[in-house]
């Protein structure tokens, strides 16, 4: 059974940056999709990324050029680097793990704890 454990969320000024880590327990994990969801207080999770066992990321378009997702499959370990942070950016950020590439994260069914990133203006 995998495991998910993320770090790295803190409070930032805005035009900072953070990177976010993923740590996974098992060796399936590099067999699995890589995604990654935020939720703001009062609305719905929503996509931020995914990477393929193979390195192959997608991003949504809020995100796009600004964040980078990675990861390490001999440590088992998926990144998010965050970059020229904005305060909308601000949520609880989830990392997940899925077997399709898809942006809907009921597809996903092991879930990390969630890791809070706040951006101030």
């Known amino acids: 059974q995998v495991e998910l454990v993320e770090s790295g969320g803190g409070l930032v000024q805005a035009g900072g940056s953070l990177r976010l880590s993923c740590a996974a327990s098992?060796?399936?994990?590099?067999?699995?999709?890589g995604g990654w969801f935020r939720q703001a207080p009062g609305k719905e999770r929503e996509f931020v990324g995914l990477?393929?066992?193979?390195?192959?990321?997608d991003y949504a378009d809020s995100v796009k050029g600004r964040f980078t997702i990675s990861r390490d499959n001999a440590k088992n370990t998926v990144y998010l680097q965050m970059n020229s942070l904005k305060p909308e950016d601000t949520a609880v950020y989830f990392c997940a793990a899925g077997n399709r590439l898809t942006r809907y994260h009921e597809d996903y069914h092991i879930w990390g704890q969630g890791t809070q990133v706040t951006i101030s203006s």
């Open positions: 990477i393929s066992w193979g390195g192959s990321a």
């Open positions: 098992g060796r399936m994990f590099r067999t699995y999709v």
